[in-house]
């Protein structure tokens, strides 16, 4: 378990559900429109190139509604361009998976397991994510690290 700073984040945003697979489609759709509209380029004061995926708002737990955003960590929220919004997210403590493999399907693995530890992890349900670095498109041997908020402390 780690403690991770805070951060704000610029990007795109959407609310799903994982019911009947919608989150599939809605954020499937969000990736899609990430990087048919270049946004990581448009968006100001990137603290570098890494991409966020952010699970947040949820209204229970996984079962439930939450809203994800995708974009970049930023040093400052001015100047957030047209149809992307802005958060702040504030220091929390977080479980740290790797999906290693084929993306997505490395991914929804992990996410599974994740679930199924569900009362262990002490999940937290304040916002959890994903984190896409240089090693996150590698066909076979991409790597993506998840960031779960837990209750849990040090």
């Known amino acids: ?15 799903t559900t994982n ?8 954020i499937g759709q969000l990736w899609e429109q990430f990087y048919a509209n270049n946004v990581l380029a448009k968006i100001p004061n990137k603290i570098n190139n890494e991409v966020y ?5 949820y209204t229970s737990d996984h079962t439930g509604e939450y809203t994800t955003i995708i974009g970049a960590a930023v040093t400052s929220l001015d100047n957030i361009p ?3 919004i802005g958060r702040i ?7 740290v998976f790797t999906a290693k493999g084929q993306m997505p399907q ?15 992890l002490q999940r ?20 993506i690290q998840i960031f779960v908020a837990t209750n849990k402390m040090k």
């Open 82 to 84: 047209d149809k992307l």
């Open 89 to 95: 997210f504030q220091p929390d403590n977080f479980e």
């Open 19 to 26: 019911e009947n697979d919608q989150s599939s489609k809605d």
């Open 1 to 15: 378990m780690i403690q991770f700073e805070g951060f704000k984040i610029i990007g795109l945003t959407v609310r």
């Open 53 to 57: 995926s952010i699970y947040t708002d």
């Open 124 to 143: 937290k349900y304040s916002y959890d994510f994903e984190v896409y670095g240089d090693n996150s498109q590698k066909d076979d041997c991409s790597e």
């Open 106 to 120: 490395a991914i929804i693995n992990t996410w599974f397991n994740i679930w199924k530890q569900d009362n262990e």
